[in-house]
T-cell receptor
Framework: DSGVTQTPKHLITATGQRVTLRCSPRSGDLSVYWYQQSLDQGLQFLIHYYNGEERAKGNILERFSAQQFPDLHSELNLSSLELGDSALYFC?????????????FGPGTRLTVL | AQSVTQLGSHVSVSEGALVLLRCNYSSSVPPYLFWYVQYPNQGLQLLLKYTTGATLVKGINGFEAEFKKSETSFHLTKPSAHMSDAAEYFCAGNSGAGSYQLTFGKGTKLSVIP
């Protein structure tokens, strides 16, 4: 158990809908990263927050947005869902925002868009 | 920009045999490098990481990796494979140059034959 929690574990929804994925980092960690894992793209970085502020964006679609709240949990919002958004979404947390910091991964949320 | 290449999407070894999973990186700056393992339907677990200092890094479960700057490699090894090592392994890195998200290789699925 990494100490990172993600809810829900599974999500099944229809095209065009909007969903929210939630992540609680390890106690004491200030950074939250979101990654998408799919068969064709592999593991892709989406976005990084540190202590409530956005630090970096990766291959995140405009239909996706995220935020980190004062209690440091984070939410990833996915809207106007398409079939291709079906994937495993991971969040990871680390103590700081430094390169050598270990990122601890949650169990993931499996999103299925029908 | 950082990129990570894993040679071999699938590796099979006999139980008790040497495990060698290959990873090469390309970066304009010295990287931080990581190996993660993913068991079916689970999140990623850190095996080991290289930041600075000793180039031979020991990790959990008997795994180790050697950072070779001249070869831009960070191969993962284990002297004797165990059935419980069957999983998917990901090499990842970040350049530590202002953006600390991980760039992942495509992954290598390890099968262990009894």
């Amino acid at each position: 158990d990494s100490g990172v929690t993600q809810t829900p574990k599974h999500l099944i929804t229809a095209t065009g809908q909007r969903v929210t994925l939630r992540c609680s980092p390890r106690s004491g960690d200030l950074s939250v990263y979101w990654y998408q894992q799919s068969l064709d793209q592999g593991l892709q970085f989406l976005i990084h927050y540190y202590n409530g502020e956005e630090r970096a964006k990766g291959n995140i679609l405009e239909r996706f947005s995220a935020q980190q709240f004062p209690d440091l949990h984070s939410e990833l919002n996915l809207s106007s869902l398409e079939l291709g958004d079906s994937a495993l979404y991971f969040c990871a947390s680390s103590v700081g925002a430094g390169g050598p910091d270990t990122q601890y991964f949650g169990p993931g949320t499996r999103l299925t868009v029908l | 920009a950082q990129s990570v290449t894993q040679l071999g999407s699938h590796v099979s070894v006999s139980e008790g045999a040497l495990v060698l999973l290959r990873c090469n990186y390309s970066s304009s700056v010295p990287p931080y490098l990581f190996w993660y393992v993913q068991y079916p339907n689970q999140g990623l677990q850190l095996l080991l990481k290289y930041t600075t200092g000793a180039t031979l890094v020991k990790g959990i479960n008997g795994f180790e990796a050697e950072f070779k700057k001249s070869e831009t490699s960070f191969h993962l090894t284990k002297p004797s494979a165990h059935m419980s090592d069957a999983a998917e392994y990901f090499c990842a890195g970040n350049s530590g140059a202002g953006s600390y998200q991980l760039t992942f290789g495509k992954g290598t699925k390890l099968s262990v034959i009894p």
